[in-house]
């Protein structure tokens, strides 16, 4: 049985870091690419990065967020991260990590909140 479980949002000011993880079982993590997702009220899920299987040295990111999240990948601990650097208001989500296997798995989301 396919596990994403998500943690690390919480409440951060503007330009602060926060790193998102995404433990998972119940498939080989190391052979599929992953990404992360995030949703605002009102608007649909974004895609915000990816990453490759295995060596995981191919990565894509959202415009908005090139060149201050990181996406990578830990194969010892079956666990995607998130590393969120200079944060912005507009980076307000809950945040999702998504397995594209068959119809696809998704978390339960973690809550990320940028403000003063």
């Known amino acids: 049985q396919v596990q994403l479980v998500e943690s690390g949002g919480g409440v951060v000011a503007p330009g602060g870091s926060l790193t998102l993880s995404c433990a998972t079982s119940?498939?080989?993590?190391?052979?599929?690419?992953m990404s992360w997702y995030r949703e605002t009220p009102g608007l649909e899920r974004e895609l915000v990065a990816s990453i490759g299987g295995f060596a995981g040295d191919i990565k894509n990111y959202a415009d908005s967020v090139k060149g201050r999240f990181n996406i990578y990948r830990d194969h010892r601990k079956d666990t995607l991260y998130l590393q969120m650097n200079s944060l912005k208001p507009e980076d307000t989500a809950a945040y999702y990590c998504?397995?594209?296997?068959?119809?696809?798995?998704w978390g339960q989301g973690t809550q990320v909140t940028v403000s003063t």
């Open positions: 998504h397995l594209q296997l068959g119809g696809g798995y």
């Open positions: 119940g498939f080989s993590f190391a052979m599929f690419p």
